[in-house]
Structure formats: C-alpha cells, structure tokens
T-cell receptor, first 115, second 115 residues
C-alpha cells in the first residue's frame, strides 16, 4: 500500500519569501503524485501532478514540484509567497493515476503568510 | 463545464437519524469518488464508481454507509443511524477514465455534524 508523509503541519513564511512544503511518499510501484490546495470551506483544487513525463513539474499560481526518486520526495516550492497563498496544502499519491486505489493523501500542511 | 457540485453544503442531524448527500459530477466524467475528511486530516478514500458500477469500497465504509450512482450520472451517499464519529466533511470527486493520467476534480464538500 502507498502512503504520504507531509513534514510540518504548519509552515509560516513572510510575504515574498520562498515557500517550501515537504512531501515524502512510499509506494511499491512507480507512483503518480499530486499537490492539491484547499481554501477554507472549499473543496480541493489541483495545483500540479507528476506522471513520469518530467521530474520538474510546473503548476498553477507559480508553484512547482520536483520528483526525486532516490529521496522518495515530491516537495512543493514557490519562489515568492503571496498573501493569497495562505491555505491548506495536501500531497497525494496514486499507483494507477486513479481508479480502484483512489488517492492517498497526507495530513496536510497549513501555510501561513506573514505580512 | 460547471464543475462538481454537492448538496447540501451543510447538514446538522441528531444521532440515530439517516442522512443522504448528493454529488453531481462534471458532465461526461465516467468516474466518481467519495472521500471523507475529518478535522486536521487529509481526505480518506471511501468508494468509487465507474459509470453506474461501484467497483471499490474502502474498509472505512461501514455497513451503515451506502452509495449509489444510478444511470452513471449523479451519486448519492447515505448514512444510516448516524453516530457522532460520522461528523466530517464528505467530498466528491470526478474524473474521465479516457485520460492516461486522469485528474480528479473535487466538489466543495458536504459538512456533516452529528449531535
């Protein structure tokens, strides 16, 4: 079975600073990896996904993530934080991209942006 | 494309009552998923449909839970004899199986509070 670990339940950065949200996964087969963002009282919005085409994945709102097989990591970064980035971020893994195994999510990281 | 919609958005019920939630997926999406999200946790996979067939159910889905997707369009999730532990956000997602790397699109969720 696959699993996801997100290091840090809360991350606080200053506006304009680098954002780094950590995600490590466990999977017995090559995984599909996803980052979703959740704003208060809303559903999840896809930021980006890794599907083996390229190890560096660019997503929406200036976010990107790099797949590192040797480190079993898929950390999310953004060069310069905006106040609007404050939200809950979830890393997720799937072995099939969908279907019977659904998505396995981490516990989430709450991103706080300091003015 | 109006996105995934869920109704109601909020539901408060007394322990022992039955509740039913509805999910309308993105039109033409043939896969539909249900997840449960408790406070401070990531979403947990409950079940999924391909067209009208329910192909997978998580161990989290007790006998009190039942889901249907008649005619492969909207889906309902019913919880019988609700318990306080059922209080959570119930999320629905849909995807198109035709894609090699499918993406699940989430609805806004139904927040259930069992008193």
């Amino acid at each position: 079975a696959q699993s996801v670990t997100q290091l840090g339940s809360h991350v606080s950065v200053s506006e304009g600073a680098l954002v780094l949200l950590r995600c490590n996964y466990s999977s017995s087969v090559p995984p599909y990896l996803f980052w979703y963002v959740q704003y208060p009282n809303q559903g999840l919005q896809l930021l980006l996904k890794y599907t083996s085409a390229a190890t560096l994945v660019k997503g929406i709102n200036g976010f990107e993530a790099e797949f590192k097989k040797s480190e079993t990591s898929f950390h999310l970064t953004k060069p310069s934080a905006h106040m609007s980035d404050a939200a809950e971020y979830f890393c997720a893994v799937s072995v099939s991209g969908g279907g019977a195994d659904g998505l396995t999510f981490g516990k989430g990281t709450h991103l706080i942006i300091q003015p | 494309d109006t996105g995934v919609s869920q109704n109601p958005r909020h539901k408060i019920t007394k322990r022992g009552q039955n509740v039913t939630f509805r999910c309308d997926p993105i039109s033409e999406h043939n896969r539909l998923y249900w997840y449960r999200q408790t406070l401070g946790q990531g979403p947990e996979f409950l079940t999924y449909f391909q067209n009208e067939a329910q192909l997978e159910k998580s161990r989290l889905l007790s006998d009190r839970f039942s889901a249907e997707r008649p005619k492969g369009s909207f889906s309902t999730l019913e919880i019988q004899r609700t318990e306080q532990g059922d209080s959570a956000m119930y999320l629905c997602a849909s995807s198109l199986r035709r894609q090699v790397q499918e993406t699940q699109y989430f609805g806004p969720g139904t927040r259930l509070l069992v008193l």
